[in-house]
């Protein structure tokens, strides 16, 4: 792939906002109240919230404070961005907003399902976050992501390759978080907690096992929460762990948008709305015979568009 295409692509992505918008930061949130953070003195604060306002983790507020010492918000702030998966009905729907860095962790255990990473990939194109690929558990086994690592550096992503049980592996993962707001994404088992613990330098954050009977991991962590991380501005958001990653409701054009190495023949094609599929003179199909695009990139695209239907049902 052309490489001033790569750098298009990543142009496409919000820039990290030097200063927050107000100090007041939510942390999680619950039925009727939200921990909040101020981002200056690191105090944590309890706040009410009211029917009409549903900040999610990472969105930044203001409070009003009245003289009984509780604290209500009283505006969430516009989003610079935000990361979502789909709900139960194929909507898209928000966990976390204003993220520089979206972190997918895979691991050689559980196995990541098939079009898993690209799913991630295509989320983080249409949400406006950088993503970065973190390859875990590689102690388990050295060799297992040499392809899939070789496949998404050629195509100009950043990757990184480690093992929470070798804590110096982690040392290329903690440069690219600081001072950023970094979202951790990824199946259950995979070892996010784990990272987590070394991340934030906290041995209270608890992890868990995989199932033997199944080979998945459970949900360790079950409310996306943002923590400070130390010795930086940064910001860690651990969010819940999941089976498979479901995009919302998107059409084939939204999903060709979110493959970096479609990006140079989109617009090609003989028809505006081409879904790349079965259309004449497709740019993107002529590219994949021609060797210019992969073919098992293809494929993961295509069966993509095809999950789609489950939201039709």
């Known amino acids: 792939m052309p490489q001033d295409a790569v750098s298009r692509f990543y142009q496409s992505f ?47 507020v203001q409070l009003d404070k009245f ?41 050689v255990r559980p196995e990541p399902t098939r079009d898993l990473i690209n799913r991630y990939l ?19 086994d050295p060799t297992f992501f040499d392809e899939t690592e070789k496949t998404y550096r050629a195509l100009g992503y950043q990757t990184c390759r480690l093992s929470a049980k070798q804590p110096e592996s982690v040392q290329p993962l903690l440069h690219a978080l600081k001072d950023k707001t970094s979202i951790l994404v990824g199946q259950s ?31 360790v962590t079950s409310v996306t929460r943002l923590y400070p991380l130390p010795d930086s501005e940064g910001f860690l958001i651990d969010s819940p762990g999941v089976w498979e990653y479901g995009l919302w409701r998107m059409t084939p054009q939204e999903i060709a948008a979110g493959f970096i190495d479609f990006q140079p023949y989109l617009g090609q094609c003989k028809f505006n709305d081409c879904s ?38």
Request: hydrophobic share 30%; aromatic share 4%; with cysteine.
């Open 189 to 219: 088992g995979v070892g996010k907690s784990s990272l987590s613990r070394i991340i934030l330098q906290d041995d209270s954050l608890r992890t868990g096992d995989l199932s033997q009977k199944t080979g998945k991991g459970s949900h």
């Open 14 to 60: 919000p820039k990290q906002t030097p200063s927050p918008p107000s100090p007041y930061r939510v942390v999680s949130t619950h039925k009727k109240d939200a921990q909040i953070l101020d981002v200056n003195t690191r105090e944590r604060l309890k706040a009410h919230l009211t029917r009409h306002l549903r900040p999610v983790c990472g969105d930044y």
């Open 276 to 313: 790349h599929l079965h259309e004449p003179d497709c740019a993107i199909r002529q590219a994949v015979e021609k060797g210019e695009i992969d073919p098992k990139r293809y494929q993961s695209y295509t069966r993509i568009v095809e999950s789609m239907k489950h939201h039709e049902r």
């Open 67 to 107: 003289q009984n010492d509780s604290v209500r918000v009283a505006e969430v702030l516009p989003r610079r961005n935000h990361f979502a998966r789909s709900d139960r009905k194929g909507n898209a729907q928000i966990i976390a907003a204003n993220i520089d860095l979206n972190v997918i962790v895979v691991a």
């Open 122 to 140: 295509v989320a983080s194109h249409h949400c406006g976050i950088e993503p970065l690929l973190v390859f875990n558990k590689t102690d388990l």
